[in-house]
């Protein structure tokens, strides 16, 4: 009996060390943000690229010849000191290009000693962006880990994240959308799309279609809305679900797993493939 309250007891004095570790740790741990806002001329029809490491990218295209950057640079370490330091090496880079404008998350490179004391601490950094772009430009957005959305544009646009999902809406013109580790949704785009994914499900609306379509998934869903007077040769095959059509397709094959052939007396490519997950493609509606 009394080996069972000693250990009682030193279960006891265990968890309260950890405790008030836990709150001394959380006592002195800080938060640090500093504010970019800055704009740059830009003219309409020019190129636009956004390079993000840690922290969520959202474009928006408006009427005037210029960028608005407002991005937060966000640090949470053990110390202010450390949050201090740790912020001081988390830039952000803006260039001119031949014709447009690059702007760019930095961290810095091995063998500047940073990494060297951060391998000591428990640091994190993020950087979120809002930018505001001329609405006609070929524009490129990316992150690695977070979001990526993109609002209001017309032409080339290239979106893209690592572990994340990308949401573009009310966009014209070519979108390339990508990610690996979440959903992808296009809305209201008129113009044509590839889209692809690896752990995610794809949903796109198009009110209509210039080009080739392209809609890829491993472990997830794609559904895809059309305007009814949609004129495509479609290919969807997935391995593990089934593919539904909602608009008659001729002069192919017709089976529970892959559907072929022409809609509207065929078209452009509408290319829809996942390995696990159903395919639906639907007349009309939106997501």
Known sequence: MRAFRSAGLMLTLVLSCVTLSCLAHAAQAATLTENFDKSYPLRSGGSFAVKNVNGSVTVEGWDQQQVQINAVKEVRADSDEDARQAMSHLTIEVGQT????????????????????????????KVEYHIKVPRHLDLQAESVNGA????????????????????????????????????????????????????????????????????????????????????????????????????????????????????????????????????????????
């Open 148 to 287: 990526v959305s993109l609002t209001g544009t017309q032409g080339k646009a290239t979106v893209e994240t690592t572990n994340g999902s990308v949401n573009v809406r009310q966009v014209e013109g070519s979108v390339a959308a990508q990610t690996t580790n979440g959903g992808i949704s296009v809305s209201e785009v008129a113009g044509s799309v590839k889209a692809e994914t690896t752990n995610g499900s794809v949903k796109a609306q198009l009110t209509r279609v210039e080009g080739d379509l392209a809609f890829e998934s491993t472990n997830g869903s794609i559904t895809v809305h059309l305007p009814s007077d949609v004129r495509a040769t479609v290919d969807a095959s997935t391995s593990n679900g089934s593919v539904h059509s909602a608009f008659e397709v001729t002069g192919g094959l017709s089976k529970r797993r892959h559907v072929s052939g022409d809609i509207n007396g065929g078209g452009g490519k509408l290319m829809l493939s996942t390995t696990n997950g159903g395919i639906r493609i639907e007349n009309g509606g939106s997501i």
């Open 98 to 125: 031949a014709g447009g404008l690059r702007v760019e998350t930095k961290m810095p490179r091995n063998g500047e000693g940073f990494w060297d004391w951060l391998s000591g601490h428990h640091v994190q950094a």
